[in-house]
């Protein structure tokens, strides 16, 4: 049965978002508020993942694609054909599908991809940073996508860590003036907005996810997923002073990190997740786990799955990045709530939130992609843009025993320079990580100069 519209303030585009979550909440049985909080992989989600398990939230890894070279129309046909199912369900709660568009969109074939967040530190410009945001933000909706896992805002403490690469830098301050992404992917505010509460401007603009909270870019010896050995009042002055930044532009989701604070594991962090980001400052958008985030709350990886559910969503995980074996995960929520381990008030809580974000995000009102920004993918514009970011980051390097004939800056009258090298001239190196795939491609896996 399909709810009746004329009834349904959830329905009414002209209701208070508050109004129209609390009515929508109101109406949800128990296995359709799991399945908002559950977010799946493209390579798995069917039509019955949607009608019969409610699934909220679909992404892909990097790397993962409808077919290789598929192009942004190619994107928004498979993510419009997962929406159909979704809003064939009771509620018609349409999905939001997230993708790791982390310098550009990157994932997608004849995307413009921007230099990594590392360059885009040493601009120092964060006006450029904002128009990025703004272009990224056009050509992900091109490709029905919704929602961007960015910015990465980790503060680099340590260059041995092999994601150095998706930070701004080793300083707060360049850090938090980088976060003007987020205006740029979500839009900017109003004045009046008030600090920590969800916002996305329009059709032309996307969610953004802050990540990966927190001190992430502060573990010991620079190792990934590690430890970071600090006070709170260290986390509070290096590793926390970006996420401000950005709940003050109204970021509407926040990923945990896989790293641990003094041992403990942040997915199981209630004091950092809950008591901290949520009621100290005042995050009302949702929390999202990283991939098998809570797989890797046991040892070995995966084991007493139950567990870890527990701890992550009581700490104050919203929605969860199964991304596989989702049947197994909405079986053991449904337990785990139906036995009072988790109560049904923390529940309500991340439902609550999701749905808050999808309002905000018109999602209700514009579910399917607008594809009349199609040309803007790879479009002159945004590849010039993607050249200015270029110039403005390069690094001028000095070296040299003899500091009256340094070899460096070269001399501007010599005849030949030999560049050489795996990485001299080939434009997937140059590309790096995150493009394609998570882990980077060399070759020409893309268009591109």
């Known amino acids: 049965m399909v ?11 002209d209701a208070p978002v508050e109004a129209r979550v609390k009515d929508l909440l109101s109406r949800m049985t128990l296995p359709e508020k799991i399945g908002q909080m559950t977010q799946i992989e493209r390579r798995v989600a069917s039509p019955s993942a949607f009608t019969d398990f409610f699934i909220g ?24 054909g997962f929406q159909r199912s979704a809003l064939a369900s009771r509620l018609g709660i349409p999905i939001i599908y997230g993708t790791d568009a982390v310098h550009g969109n990157n994932n997608v074939y004849g995307a413009t991809v921007f230099p990594h967040n590392i360059g885009l530190g040493a601009t120092r410009d964060a006006d450029l940073v904002r128009r990025i945001g703004a272009a990224t933000a056009l050509e992900v909706r091109a490709s029905g996508v919704h929602w961007a896992f960015s910015p990465c805002v980790a503060v680099l ?16 301050e360049l850090v938090c003036e980088m976060t003007s992404l987020v205006s740029g992917l979500q839009g900017v505010p109003p004045e009046e907005h008030p600090n920590g509460y969800p916002f996305v401007a329009g059709r032309n603009n996307v969610v953004a996810c802050v990540k990966h909270f927190v001190g ?5 010896k620079g190792i990934n997923e590690g430890n970071t050995i600090a006070s709170y009042e260290e986390l509070e002055k290096i590793h926390i002073p970006p996420y401000l930044k950005c709940l003050a532009q109204g970021v509407s989701t926040v990923m945990a990190s896989y790293s641990s604070w003094n041992g403990t594991r942040l997915h199981a962090d209630r004091f950092l997740l809950t008591e901290i980001l949520k009621e100290k400052l005042g995050f009302k958008g949702f929390l999202v786990s990283d991939w098998e985030g809570l797989d890797r709350l046991s040892e070995p990886q995966g084991s007493n799955y139950r567990y870890c559910i527990k701890t992550a969503v009581n700490a104050g995980i919203d929605m969860v990045m199964v991304p ?26 991340a439902v609550e939130r999701i749905l808050r974000v999808k309002f905000v995000a018109g999602l209700f009102g514009h579910p399917l992609t607008d ?10 514009e945004h590849r010039e843009l993607a050249q200015e970011a270029v110039r403005k980051s390069l690094v001028l390097l000095k070296s040299g025993k003899n500091a009256d004939k340094p070899f460096l800056p070269l001399d501007r009258n010599a005849k ?34």
């Open 216 to 220: 992430d870019g502060g573990t010991d």
């Open 57 to 80: 939230s679909v992404l892909n890894a990097g790397g993962s694609v409808p077919f290789e070279d598929a192009k942004s129309s190619d994107w928004a046909d498979m993510i419009d």
């Open 157 to 172: 403490r340590d260059p041995r860590w092999g994601r150095c690469y998706e930070s701004y830098g080793e300083d707060p």
């Open 371 to 380: 594809r009349s920004l199609l040309p803007t993918v790879g479009c002159k």
């Open 324 to 349: 596989f074996k989702y049947e197994q995960f909405i079986q053991d929520m449904t337990d785990l709530v139906e036995s009072g381990e988790i109560p049904m008030a923390r529940i309500n809580d």
């Open 416 to 449: 030949r320079i030999l560049v050489t090298g795996t990485h001299a001239d080939d434009l997937g190196y140059q590309c790096g990580g995150w493009t394609k795939t998570w882990f980077g491609l060399s070759g020409r896996i893309t268009i591109g100069n």
């Open 3 to 13: 709810v009746e519209e004329s009834s349904c303030v959830y329905k009414n585009g």
